[in-house]
Structure formats: C-alpha cells, structure tokens
C-alpha cells in the first residue's frame, strides 16, 4: 500500500514540474508525452497487469491528496497552449493528438471542487487582465479550443459533404476498370478515416468549452471575445440545421462518428 503511495508520489514529482515548464524541458514532443503519462495514472485508465481494487485506490488518492495536486491545471494548460508552435517541421494533426489525452485528465480533475476552483480562479485572472500586453494563460488556453473547434468542425463537415458525393457515385463504381475501381474505394476509405477523426476531436473541443461555461463565464462573453464566439455558433448551427444540412446527410452516420445533434 504504502510503496504505491510513494511510487506515485514520485512519478507526480517528476511528471508536473517538466510538463508544465518549458524552462525545465524545452522539447514540447517530450512535455506532451509526460502528459500521456499522466493521465495513464488516472483511475479508470486500465494498465495491463493491474492489481486491480488496491491500485484503482491509491491512483485515486494521488488525486486527492498529492500536495501539489492543484499544479496539475496550470502544468497541462501550459503544455496545451505551448504545443501549438513547436518550431519543429511536424504533422499538424499531431498537436490534436497531443492534447486528446489532455483533455481526459481535465475531465476528471474538473469534477472535483478543488480543482474546480483552480481553473476558476486562472479564468477570473485572465478576465480581469484580459487585455494585458501578454495574454493570461487561460486566455490562450480558451482561444485555442476555440480555433481548434473551428477548424476541426469545418474540416469534419467539408469531409462528410465529400463521403456524401462519394456514396452518390457508388453505383457507377462497377463500371469502372479495376484499377481505378480500387483507387476509388481506397480514397473513399481515407476520406472516411478523417472524417471520423475530425468528427471526433471536434466534439472532444466542443465538450470542453461546455463544461467550461457551465462555470465559467466572464472570459467567454467580454466584449473580446463573445463575437468571436457566437459567430461560430451561429457558423456551425447554420451548417447543421440550415438549408445545407442535407450536404451532410450520409448513409451510416455513426461509422463516421459524425452526431451533429451533440
């Protein structure tokens, strides 16, 4: 019991204090991955050859009772936002599939008041310096999930109008020479895959900014901000329930993890 305790303790000490600062690890790849790290310690997050109830225990009591367990906010919004600039030539959907794990561990912490009341009080600072030369760190956090939701919802609705066109043409696919019959259901296959992967990321943002505003509400509607914001409500509600909607209507929509009612 009481090694379990210490062998988390010690992975804690090591995970916040390089995650967080780019002062101690400069290498942003390496950051996000102590981030993938951390949330491998979150208790429902199954490890093979788990000892099962006693380790569910202690992992949820390094949560609870770990004394610097509040860092853990500001350390993953501060590997969030530095992740979006690498300086390094990488795939741009990488940094989606960094932050995927980051949002997992922000979940979980976010149902505790404590830590509740840790991402508040970093939200009532940036309103309150909201236009400061340098932008607070929620600040930065909060535009960023805002970009990302945009881009990612519009990449996800271009690639279903594409599957819609695609299923369309199907018919004519046996008609087609073997050879292009094939490239054609291959690229079929690929634009479904981003479809999918778009869909989903896309929905992981907009969770986010929900849970977010359910508490949180100042940073959202300043004058900075709240046009920026419902422009892209009034953008992606449009698209769904709006004379377009039908471009995105295609056959097995939970294949394409596509649920535009969410």
Request: some cysteine.
């Amino acid at each position: 019991f009481f090694f379990y305790c210490e062998c988390f303790e010690m992975i804690m000490d090591f995970v916040l204090p390089f995650m967080g600062s780019p002062h101690w690890l400069k290498n942003p790849h390496l950051r996000a991955r102590l981030a993938e790290c951390l949330e491998c310690l979150l208790p429902h997050h199954e490890l093979q050859g788990s000892s099962g109830f006693s380790l569910k225990f202690n992992r949820e009591r390094i949560f609870t009772e770990y004394k610097f367990r509040l860092e853990i906010i500001p350390c993953i919004l501060n590997v969030f936002v530095n992740i979006e600039n690498t300086g390094q030539a990488v795939e741009f959907e990488m940094k989606f599939n960094y932050r995927r794990p980051m949002f997992e561990i922000l979940k979980y912490v976010w149902e505790m008041e404590d830590y509740r009341a840790k991402m508040i009080q970093l939200a009532n600072h940036a309103a309150e310096h909201i236009l400061d030369e340098i932008p607070p760190l929620f600040l930065r956090f909060v535009n960023l999930l805002v970009n990302d939701a945009i881009f990612l919802l519009d990449e996800a609705l271009n690639y279903m109008k594409q599957i819609q066109e695609e299923q369309a043409e199907k018919p004519q696919w046996d008609d087609l020479p073997p050879n292009e019959r094939t490239n054609r259901q291959s690229q079929y296959m690929h634009i479904g895959r981003l479809a999918r992967y778009h869909n989903i990321m896309g929905l992981d943002n907009i969770k986010m900014l929900d849970m977010l505003t359910k508490e949180i509400a100042a940073v959202f509607t300043h004058s900075t901000m709240v046009d920026r914001i419902a422009a892209m409500l009034n953008y992606f509600l449009k698209n769904l329930v709006g004379p377009e909607r039908k471009s995105f209507k295609v056959q097995n929509l939970e294949e394409f993890a596509f649920r535009p009612a969410e």
